[in-house]
């Protein structure tokens, strides 16, 4: 029974290409959740959705990050012209549903390096 | 100022020692309360759920007090394994499906 899902776990891109993070949730599990890691700090909080909706993208740069979870497939984090600044881990997190259960399954992360 | 504060630690802690850390929350409108373990690069995952009446699972206990917006974890007989970074998380009444606010986390090395 296959967690959270990542991929690709490791990226490596140059200032100014496009970065793709991919996440297929739990099985069962209609919500995604993206968080970014900067080295030595804490989550933060990026975007919140469900199938084909965005619920809550209050934490999403303005710019040239955007999100999705298409009915079909897994939950894309598209980075276009990655700055330096870009570099973190990013990390997919699933749940059944809204509750306040609090628990979060995480998957392993993507970590993005921008050269 | 940040909605979820925590010493970033280290706490040196030696083996079978007990220590305790707590946590400051900003929005008194947090509503759930958790703590989260995180291991060197890797991905978080909940430990326990922290109640107004404080609760405890095995070694661990946590207490929430809501007047002075803190909660703590206490860890009694420290093993070498409990070395992670312990994550202080709320969960704001209006926040959207299980969104939750995490601290920058408490970093605990247990030694020899």
């Known amino acids: 029974n296959a967690g959270v899902m990542q991929n690709p776990r490791h990226l490596v891109r140059r200032r100014g290409q496009e970065a793709r993070l991919r996440c297929s949730p739990m099985k069962g599990h209609s919500h995604v959740y993206w968080y970014r890691q900067l080295p030595e700090e804490g989550l933060k909080f990026m975007v919140y959705l469900q199938k084909e909706n965005i619920i809550d993208e209050s934490g999403m740069p303005k710019e040239r990050f955007s999100a999705e979870f298409p009915k079909e497939g897994p939950s894309i984090l598209r980075i276009q012209q990655v700055v330096r600044g870009d570099s973190a881990a990013y990390f997919c997190?699933?749940?059944?549903?809204?509750?306040?259960?609090?628990?979060?399954?995480f998957g392993e992360g993507s970590r993005l390096t921008v050269l | 100022r940040k909605e979820v504060e925590q010493d970033p630690g280290p706490f040196n802690v030696p083996e079978g020692a007990t220590v305790a850390f707590n946590c400051t929350y900003s929005?008194?409108?947090?509503?759930?309360f958790f703590w989260y373990r995180q291991d060197c690069r890797k991905e978080p995952k909940l430990l326990m759920s922290v109640y107004s009446s404080g609760n405890e699972d095995g070694r661990f206990t946590a207490q929430l007090n809501r007047a002075s917006q803190y909660i703590s974890l206490l860890i009694r007989d420290s093993k070498l394994s409990d070395s992670a970074t312990y994550l202080c998380v709320v969960r704001l009444i209006k926040a959207a499906g299980n969104k939750l606010t995490f601290g920058g986390g408490t970093r605990v090395l247990v030694k020899p």
């Open positions: 997190a699933s749940s059944t549903g809204q509750g306040t259960t609090g628990e979060l399954f």
């Open positions: 929005n008194s409108a947090s509503q759930s």
